[in-house]
């Protein structure tokens, strides 16, 4: 009996110290080789599943970058669920047209095709709807694809409302990291590019 125990101890320490060495061998962490900065770029930092729903007023660095003056550049696409495309291949004729933001007024008459979209206000209300912190979290939402939208990228929804009424307006803006800046008219959506005034 003695000899069964004494054996069965020396298997154990035999396979404690297999394991050991193996998991020496397998820990990422002591590899001699570089990590690459792709690697990790494609890893959510922030992993949550949903975005933040709340409305709160604009920040100052959103605010910051939100402001100005905004010439419609390209359209990027439509969203998944509601395609546009059959009324509007090409997207609404928006390319060009210009929207003022500022802290006291909002325009939009320089979308200048359509009536349905022509907005003028004097102290609009700008909040931020929602916060997505990852590319997921913000396709789960809204069922659009932004191109160049990156796994990390954190995009704040911004609505827009009239003070008078409290109602608001048939646009939305995303704000890209506070460095790129989209617009979503019904389920087209267009790159905006910031007009610096001289």
Do not use: H
């Amino acid at each position: 009996m003695k000899k069964i125990l004494l054996v069965c101890i020396m298997i154990m320490l035999m396979l404690a110290s297999a394991c050991a060495n193996v998991e020496m061998t397998s820990n990422p962490n002591t590899s001699s080789e570089p990590k690459s900065e792709t690697d990790e770029s494609i890893i959510p930092k922030n992993t949550s599943v949903y975005c933040a729903q709340e409305s709160i007023n604009l920040n100052s660095e959103t605010e910051k970058y939100f402001y100005g003056t905004w010439k419609v550049e390209k359209l990027l696409g439509f969203a998944n669920s509601y395609n546009d495309a059959s009324e509007y291949p090409t997207g609404q004729k928006f390319i060009g047209d210009e929207i003022i933001i500022k802290k006291d007024f909002f325009s939009s008459k320089g979308l200048k095709n359509y009536s349905v979209y022509q907005y003028e206000l004097k102290k609009p209300l700008y909040e931020i709807t929602a916060t997505c912190y990852n590319s997921d979290s913000f396709y789960r939402l809204y069922k659009i694809d932004i191109p160049d939208l990156n796994i990390n990228d954190v995009v704040k929804v911004i609505n827009i409302s009239d003070p008078s009424t409290n109602l608001g307006i048939p646009l939305s803006f995303f704000v890209v990291n506070s460095d790129r800046l989209i617009l979503l008219s019904e389920a087209t959506i267009f790159e905006l590019k910031k007009i610096l005034i001289k």
